[in-house]
């Protein structure tokens, strides 16, 4: 008879990294250190000596299933070597056909929100409306409140789903929004010039 | 070829589809959203329509310029209602800087989009679980120990009969009108005028009720005169003929 499968040999969180493997293995979205610890009924340090166990077993290049930490939490994902032979099986439905409208929401929403249509109208210049309604059907934002006073506009945020589908592991990781775009000093010279061009 | 109008310039938008004067018909009866229109794309539209032609139609692009500004300014209008006082009171440079900030801000998110996009392409590979969690378990109520005489105690206490249902109301008598409609032609038979007050002083509710739709049915019948110095005064009945003289003889006084 074979033997059972060990992670490591006579690591004393062995049997805990089981555990939390298989709670990895049933959850469909990431689960926090909190959560497996709750679930697993034992102390978030060595949930987190677990992890690091399962981490090096289902590391990149070592398995076809890879431990990621993304979205403020852990999950599977299948590993790159196998993502030709997923794409002829399955669809990718949440990305499917995001347009530049959606996206260039989607970033007002992940940098600003929670933020209302009307601000991202504001930003954008036109309207938002079927934008985000776009986006909450693909589950990539959601309604987080409302605006203060009687009859506030509807406010959005980003999904553990929007950092999962982009890899992040919390909307921390996103570049620095002074680092992107051009400086508005600059932009105002220029106006400046192209003003004074016309009147001359 | 014959010069087109501005006008019926043929616009095919996200938001609408047909001649421009339509689009500005619409726009002005507020059917349509000024910030749903695509400005660009109807600048686009006519720049084709321009190049289709051989020679620039000056008095056509003019009329475009005229409209498409009064267009722009609608949109503008739309999008910053709030903001459109605090704009006109900015000076030149203020305003200038007040722009470059918004450019500046939209340039960041579209910079931030490219960034999205270009994470999206890189990410292509990542293949993942989809779909809703499984349900957590329920949570189990769990009672605390009872004491079984405590139990006993609170099921004694509902097994008390209810109170009997009152059905006095059943047997609620109403007098029949016809006998108070006898009783008041006979009095003002004897006398000419009577309070009503006073005569069903001493009666029930009911009576007194039943005796006021028998007021109500001679007054009707065009038998008694009715008069009330104010609400809730005393009425008082008189007879029909009686009041009729009376009133004759105010008229003759």
């Known amino acids: 008879m074979d033997s059972p499968l060990r992670l490591i040999a006579s690591n004393p969180v062995d049997h805990l990294a089981r555990t939390v493997e298989a709670l990895l293995v049933v959850a469909s979205a990431p689960l926090s250190v909190d959560e497996l610890s709750e679930a697993a009924d034992d102390d978030p340090e060595r949930v987190e000596t677990a992890l690091g166990l399962l981490r ?4 990149e290049g070592k398995s076809g299933i890879v431990l990621e930490r993304v979205a403020g939490g852990y999950a599977f994902r299948a590993s790159r070597a196998a993502s030709e032979a997923c794409a002829r099986l399955f669809e990718r439905p949440v990305e499917r056909g995001l347009s530049q409208a959606a996206v260039e929401t989607l970033a007002i929403v992940a940098y600003l929100g929670p933020c209302s249509r009307p601000e991202i109208a504001r930003i954008r210049g036109v309207a938002a409306d079927s934008a985000v309604a776009s986006l909450v059907e693909r589950g990539l934002i959601a309604e987080a409140g409302r605006e203060d006073g009687p ?3 509807v406010r959005y945020r980003t999904t553990a789903l ?14 620095r929004l002074d680092d992107l775009g051009a400086d508005t000093g600059e932009l105002r010279e220029r106006l400046l ?5 016309r009147a001359s | 070829m014959a010069p087109t109008p ?5 616009l095919d938008l996200d938001a609408f589809e047909g001649p421009f004067d339509l689009l500005l018909t619409l726009l002005l009866k507020e059917a349509l959203e000024p910030r749903e229109v695509d400005v660009a794309g109807i600048v686009l539209s006519f720049v084709d329509h321009l190049a289709e032609r051989e020679e620039i139609d000056l008095e056509a ?7 498409i500004s009064a267009l722009l300014e609608l949109k503008a209008r739309a999008l910053f209602p709030d903001e459109a006082a605090e704009l006109d009171a900015l000076e030149p440079e203020e305003a200038a800087e007040e722009l470059a900030r918004r450019l500046a801000e939209y340039r960041r998110m579209k910079e931030a989009a490219a960034w999205l996009f270009e994470r999206l392409a890189t990410e292509r590979e990542r293949w993942f679980r989809l779909g809703p969690a499984p349900l957590a378990p329920q949570a189990e109520r769990r009672l605390a120990l009872q004491d079984c005489s405590a139990l006993a105690e609170a099921l004694r206490g509902l097994a008390v009969p209810p109170p009997n249902v009152s059905l006095s109301h059943m047997a609620l008598r109403f007098p029949p009108v016809s006998q108070f409609l006898d009783r008041f032609r006979a009095l003002l038979h ?5 309070d009503f007050d006073v005569e069903v002083g001493g009666l029930s509710r009911v009576e007194q009720a039943v005796a006021f739709l028998a007021l109500l ?3 009707k019948s065009g038998e008694i005169a009715l008069s009330q110095a104010a609400p809730f005064a005393p009425i008082r009945v008189s007879r029909a003929d009686d009041e009729r003289i009376l009133t004759w003889t105010a008229r003759s006084a």
């Open chain 1, 56 to 59: 090096e077993r289902y590391g």
């Open chain 1, 151 to 153: 009859g506030g506009a």
């Open chain 1, 162 to 175: 929007f950092e999962r589908v982009f890899g992040l592991e919390s909307l921390a990781a996103l570049p």
């Open chain 1, 193 to 197: 010039e192209v003003a004074s061009a």
């Open chain 2, 6 to 10: 501005v006008r019926e310039l043929e």
């Open chain 2, 61 to 67: 692009c003019g009329e475009f310029l005229v409209l």
């Open chain 2, 190 to 194: 004897r006398r000419r005028r009577f």
């Open chain 2, 217 to 219: 049915e001679l007054r």
